[in-house]
T-cell receptor, first 114, second 111 residues
Framework: DAGITQSPRHKVTETGTPVTLRCHQT?????MYWYRQDPGHGLRLIHY???????DKGEVSDGYSVSRSKTEDFLLTLESATSSQTSVYFC?????????????FGPGTRLLVL | GIQVEQSPPDLILQEGANSTLRCNFS?????LQWFHQNPWGQLINLFY???GTKQNGRLSATTVATERYSLLYISSSQTTDSGVYFC?????????????FGQGTILTVHP
């Protein structure tokens, strides 16, 4: 599992509240990613990081922000949750040290926004 | 951006049968991975295979990069093979390894 944990694993929240999801890795890999998975859309990239404090947007970044103050932690924040952000969120890392090589995924976080 | 298409979308097998899943992609790729998402939602790496052929037990994969497709072979299928199989590609350049996923093939193996 490449030492990836996500927290929380399940969360129910209300529209308009802020939510932060955490991805933690134990092996100091440089590249980290946040994806969301929705029926009919597969997995889509939200944001990614290529080092501490180095982040960039993916294809579905609106309504999300990220931070990476330490190599091991990559945080995804929904500033004001909406029902359209109900999804399963996966964190991933690239273990090879180079972008684009084998990625491993965390266990996922199921988020329900009421 | 790059497009990834998987076929078939659904596949139902009896235990012991063989199957082939296909992934077509619209542009040159630096990375191609196959994943299995089990019924509990976990994404499991099967192969990193930007080109060539690899085998791991009952599973094997072949990528023909020049023709822009990859195949995943499952032999002697078992009920534990059920789930969704995803192909994902990385087109290279400065996109920092962002994977683009296909829509997946839903495999159901009956005992």
């Amino acid at each position: 599992d490449a030492g990836i944990t996500q927290s929380p694993r399940h969360k129910v929240t209300e529209t308009g509240t802020p939510v932060t999801l955490r991805c933690h890795q134990t092996e100091n890999h440089r590249y980290m990613y946040w994806y969301r998975q929705d029926p009919g859309h597969g997995l889509r990239l939200i944001h990614y990081s290529y080092g501490v404090k180095d982040t960039d947007k993916g294809e579905v970044s609106d309504g999300y922000s990220v931070s990476r103050s330490k190599t091991e932690d990559f945080l995804l924040t929904l500033e004001s949750a909406t029902s359209s952000q109900t999804s399963v969120y996966f964190c991933a890392i690239s273990t090879s040290g180079r972008a684009g090589e084998t990625q491993y995924f965390g266990p996922g976080t199921r988020l329900l926004v009421l | 951006g790059i497009q990834v298409e998987q076929s078939p979308p659904d596949l139902i097998l009896q235990e012991g049968a063989n199957s082939t899943l296909r992934c077509n992609f619209s542009d040159s790729v630096n990375n191609l991975q196959w994943f299995h998402q089990n019924p509990w939602g976990q994404l499991i790496n099967l192969f990193y295979i930007p080109s060539g052929t690899k085998q791991n037990g009952r599973l094997s994969a072949t990528t023909v990069a020049t023709e822009r497709y990859s195949l995943l072979y499952i032999s002697s299928s078992q009920t534990t093979d059920s789930g969704v199989y995803f192909c994902a590609v990385y087109a290279g350049g400065t996109s920092y390894g962002k994977l683009t996923f296909g829509q997946g093939t839903i495999l159901t193996v009956h005992p």
